[in-house]
């Protein structure tokens, strides 16, 4: 079971009053890569006293910070995204509420208004946009359509200034706990930036080429490359692409554990050059399928019971 199929399990229809978080996708991505980071397991045997010695002398110079981030979102093993984020997503990546804004709730066209649609535009702003705004106060207000702009501007101080002992003082916009860097995030690059460490952990004694044509990552090498193909090439050019296949997984190893590893400091997704841990493949390889075998079953156990 490969990355995409955790998305089955949605979390849309989990729900706090109050709370408000963006960019969940990414938040499953950032869990998963806190699973394969060798720092974070590092945190979370240390967090049941279990380190032997030998780790103990590997441990990364920051490891107070991985301490930190793991005491606030916890174990990622033998649990679901869906069970992580309901116990951890509003509390460290949601904020208590939107700075409240000007919207537009619905929209008098001349003809004669249906009530039944006006109350459920008014429901449904009241259930999103206000909730997630913290309820704060606002007017439902008629403003006609015509010309008289400056008029109708005027009425509307108007009842601004005759509500006003309803205003709030403004709020200082509440950060969470732990943001997502940037404001644009590849999701597909981070997918297969995880299918390659994956592929690595499974396969720690495969050539590199291999390696990148099986996590797709190039889409000029990647496609033409027999993952499964004999050793010997058969011509220049596949020896070509082979070496070209091979600096880039060099490469993109390097960047994704630098991902994994800055995503147990709390920073997701950062290529930022740290400390890390030793990448035991084996290891890894052996804590993900002892995880996969659980979560496996409970993916099956959810499916059906949802039936």
Known sequence: MEIDDYFEIKTDDIYREGWYSLNRPAHDLFFHYLRISPSYELARKASKGRLSIEEKKRLPKDFNKVQEIYALLGDVQNTLFRYWWQKVGHEVFGVPHEYPTVDLISVLDGSAPRSSQIQNEVADYLKTKAAKAGNSPALIISIPLDNNIKDRMQWVKKYLMQYKNLRKSKKIKIKPKIELKGKRINQQALIRGWGLLRFKSAFPDMENWRLGAAANLSPSYSPVLKVLGPRKTTDSREAQDRVLMGKITHRS???????????????????????????????????????????????????????
């Open 253 to 307: 190893l390097k960047k994704y554990q630098y991902i994994a590893e800055n995503a147990a400091r709390g920073n997701f997704p950062s290529e930022s050059k740290i400390d890390m841990a030793f990448f035991n493949y084996e290891e890894i390889n052996q804590l993900y399928e002892k995880t996969k075998k659980w979560e496996e079953k409970e993916l099956q156990r959810v499916k059906s019971s949802s039936k």
